[in-house]
């Protein structure tokens, strides 16, 4: 079965760094894009960026470049998503999700990380 | 970066009912859209992708159609289960975007 199993939740202070992984089993991790959408409390998908693990090939949304690194270990078959000092605007639900490389819709997807960022 | 609307941003609806959803892309997109369910508390699930290609074990009472610029995904009896929020996506461009959202609610 194909899996996407991402870290667990995490508490954290403005001003702290952070990184949340995605463990991807039952496919070649380096066979596929990993992306990360985030969630803000009650509103709707934003697509931060995407990776490549087979050669780390990496692309970010506008929004988001220079905000986050996304990276992967292909050793252990994990994506990351990580910052290196949080805002409270950054609390949200943190989802990634698999795209083959020609393929044109995200499946399957983790199960999400939620992020508070609170003083 | 290619824009999503989608429209409308919720609707009321009853169980049977025939709903149906759009998504308008800013620029022309080919059929690189793909649909996706989500309810409270859960991870968002593929139902439909490359337009109208009806992704494996999703009940074939949703559809989805259009090219280019203007999209539909269609519920033909909408079913308890289907009440959740439904969002598109493009893969026109390596700038990935998702619409809005279309939050569907029990009448």
């Known amino acids: 079965e194909v899996q996407l199993v991402q870290s667990g939740a995490e508490v954290k202070k403005p001003g702290e760094s952070l990184k949340i992984s995605c463990k991807g089993s039952?496919?070649?991790?380096?066979?596929?894009?990993i992306g990360w959408v985030r969630q803000m409390p009650g509103k709707g998908l934003e697509w931060m960026g995407i990776i490549y693990p087979g050669d780390s090939d990496t692309r970010y949304s506008p929004s988001f470049q220079g905000q986050v690194t996304i990276s992967a270990d292909k050793s252990i078959s994990t994506a990351y998503l990580q910052w290196s000092s949080l805002k409270a605007s950054d609390t949200a639900m943190y989802y990634c999700?698999?795209?083959?490389?020609?393929?044109?819709?995200?499946?399957?997807w983790g199960q999400g990380t939620l992020v508070t960022v609170s003083s | 970066a290619i824009q999503l609307t989608q429209s409308p941003s919720s609707l009321s609806a009853s169980v049977g009912d025939r709903v149906t959803i759009t998504c308008r892309a800013s620029?022309?997109?080919?059929?690189?859209l793909a649909w996706y369910q989500q309810k409270p508390g859960k991870a968002p699930k593929l139902l439909i992708y490359?337009?109208?290609s009806l992704e494996s074990g999703v009940p074939s009472r949703f559809s989805g159609s259009g090219s280019g610029t203007d999209f539909t995904l269609t519920i033909s009896s909408l079913q308890p289960e289907d009440f959740a929020t439904y969002y598109c996506?493009?893969?026109?461009?390596?700038?990935?975007?998702f619409g809005g959202g279309t939050k569907v609610e029990i009448k």
């Open positions: 039952g496919y070649s991790f380096t066979s596929y894009w």
């Open positions: 999700a698999r795209r083959g490389i020609a393929a044109r819709f995200f499946d399957p």
């Open positions: 490359d337009a109208s």
């Open positions: 996506q493009q893969f026109n461009s390596y700038l990935l975007t």
């Open positions: 620029q022309g997109i080919s059929s690189a």
